[in-house]
């Protein structure tokens, strides 16, 4: 069984931006599960199931309309409460700034999240995110990784090289990581 530590993500794909006036962006994920619909649905409602792999804590189910639910993102006290604005199982599910479409394939399902994000972090994002689709997958097929998201994802194996990626494919300035000198002073 793999653990957090032996875990590396694979190369970052499957991301794009719209940049909009402002400090918000909105990133674009993709990626294909081999499981029906259904159950990822499942995995981004439940909250049982999205302590698991989501970079947030959810109070509630996040399947219904209307639902008020306080997310608690990993790694932050604050709580902030959100909105179910539309929840059309097992196909659209949107509240706050998150937006997710999944479309049945012949491999599964097509997950796509739409994220409105600063800009200043959209790399970040992409990155965090790509390592939370990593662990649902694995989840989702009955090998658990464990949530790794928010400080545990920056400091595993390969977060820096995806924003690194990320960054040049978003054609953005890749962030400046301090040296272990620096960390040291």
Not at 49 to 69: I, N, Q, Y
Not at 124 to 140: E, K, N, P, Q, S
């Amino acid at each position: 069984m793999l653990n957090q530590q032996e875990y590396t993500p694979g190369p970052a794909g499957g991301a794009q931006i719209q940049k909009h006036e402002g400090q918000l962006w909105t990133l674009i994920l993709v990626r294909v599960l081999r499981h029906p619909p259904d159950k990822v649905w499942q995995a981004l409602t439940d909250p049982a199931h999205l302590r698991e792999w989501a970079p947030f804590e959810a109070d509630g189910s996040l399947a219904t309309v209307g639902a008020t639910v306080k997310l608690t993102w990993v790694g932050t006290a604050a709580t902030t409460e959100t909105r179910v604005t539309r929840a059309e199982a097992p196909r659209i599910l949107e509240y706050g700034d998150l937006r997710w479409e999944l479309e049945r394939t012949d491999a599964g399902t097509r997950l796509t999240l739409w994220h409105n994000i600063d800009r200043r972090f959209i790399a970040w994002g992409a990155a965090g995110w790509h390592i939370c689709f990593d662990v649902l997958d694995r989840m989702l097929n009955g090998t658990p990784l464990g949530r790794l998201a928010g400080g545990d994802a920056m400091k595993s194996a390969g977060w820096q090289g995806l924003v690194a990626e990320y960054s040049s494919q978003f054609g953005l300035e890749s962030p400046h990581w301090p040296s272990r000198a620096d960390q040291k002073s």
